[in-house]
Each structure stands twice: as structure tokens, then as C-alpha cells.
């Protein structure tokens, strides 16, 4: 299934009030969810090879989105890519701490260490 593409309410240029801004906005956060949540059921259904690459593209768009990388992260695990799974996570804390100032919560760092201990729970796909 293609990925659609462009933004919310590109052609939206002749209002002159705000409420298509704020729509897009609103717009884009779906269409955000939408695409975490399919990467996430292609990651369960055993996609992950998939996921990896869709969630690749999603984490340039949003290098702080820390479900997204978690995402990615268990995809790549789940594709035996083990070190480009840890380089993910290595990527996003330098730049939350770098943009932001914050350590990665606690999602992205039990995810590392589970995926540096090979823990038996991230391999399996639910029943």
C-alpha cells in the first residue's frame, strides 16, 4: 500500500484567516498517528521490513518523536539489524539532547537495553 504524500491543505493559500493553519496542523497529527499505527501492525503481523523502511523516512520529518523511533528501532531488531537498531536510538538521544536538552524517556531506553540483552519478549509476534 503506497504512502500518501504532501501536506495537509497544501493548496489552502487563499484564506486569509488562520483556521486552515490550525486545521493542517490537526491534519497532519492524524495523518502521523495513522501512518505510526500501520508500521506498528506491520511490525506485530511480521512487516517489519516494511515498517523499517516507511519509519526510516518518518524519522527525518520527526527526529524527536520518541514512539516513532521506538517503532523503528523493533523493526530493524526484528530484522536481525541489531547495530543499525542501536545507531536509531544513539541518533535520537544526541539530538533530543542536543535540540532539546532531555535524555530519551524511559520507552526508548528499556527498548536499548532489551535490545542489547537480546530479550526474549522482543521477538515474539502476539497470538
Known sequence: MPWPSGTAMSRCRRYPARWPWFER???????????????????RLGAA?????ALEALGAECP???????LWMLAL?????????LAVYLRIRRSLIRDLGVEPGPLLTTLQ??????HPLLDELPK
Open 25 to 43: 496542523r490537526r491534519l497532519t497529527g492524524m495523518r502521523l498517528s495513522a501512518r505510526l499505527e500501520l508500521a506498528e501492525l506491520d511490525v
Open 49 to 53: 521490513g516494511e515498517a523499517a523502511e
Open 64 to 70: 524527536h518523536h520518541e514512539r516513532l523511533h521506538g
Open 77 to 85: 531488531y526484528r530484522e536481525g539489524r541489531t547495530a543499525e537498531a
Open 113 to 118: 537495553s532489551r535490545i542489547l540483552h537480546a
